[in-house]
């Protein structure tokens, strides 16, 4: 599959060189902050099943992709902006990454600002939940 498109997690790359490898498959994220890249363009991409491969195991059980299909389905995505990552680098177990992600959500605009926690596992990056704060 080649998509020429520019890819929406904002890296400037087009989306077949850049998040595209992670959702087929063909390459694992790094750092915590590709991994949050990623699974934006999995929401714009309607990636679904990346988007529950993603996120921490325990939680995979209860993850409504039906739900999560719909409600990107119903958004138009706008960008995301990486407002800072605290670790999360490629030698780290864990780390988190504050963003925020706008969208239009059945034509009202929505602003999605959070702080993201991230942890590794047997290599690989999760999601795990939102931090408090
Ligand atoms: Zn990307």
Request: include cysteine.
């Amino acid at each position: 599959m080649v998509d020429d498109d520019v890819c929406p997690c904002g890296s400037g790359g087009t989306y077949s060189a850049c998040c595209g490898y992670f959702h087929s498959g063909l390459a694992i994220a790094e750092t915590a902050e590709q991994l949050m890249r990623s699974r934006y363009a999995a929401y714009v991409k309607q990636e679904v099943g990346y988007l529950k491969a993603t996120l921490w195991p325990p939680y995979q059980k209860s993850f409504n992709e039906i739900g999560t299909l719909l409600r990107a389905k119903d958004s138009r995505w706008l960008g995301l902006e990486i407002i800072g990552t605290y670790k999360g680098q490629s030698t780290d177990k864990e780390g988190s990454v504050e963003f925020v992600a706008r969208s239009v959500v059945n034509g009202v605009a929505d602003e999605q600002r959070e702080q993201s926690l991230f942890k590794k596992k047997a290599g690989r990056w999760f999601y795990v939940r939102a931090v408090i704060r």
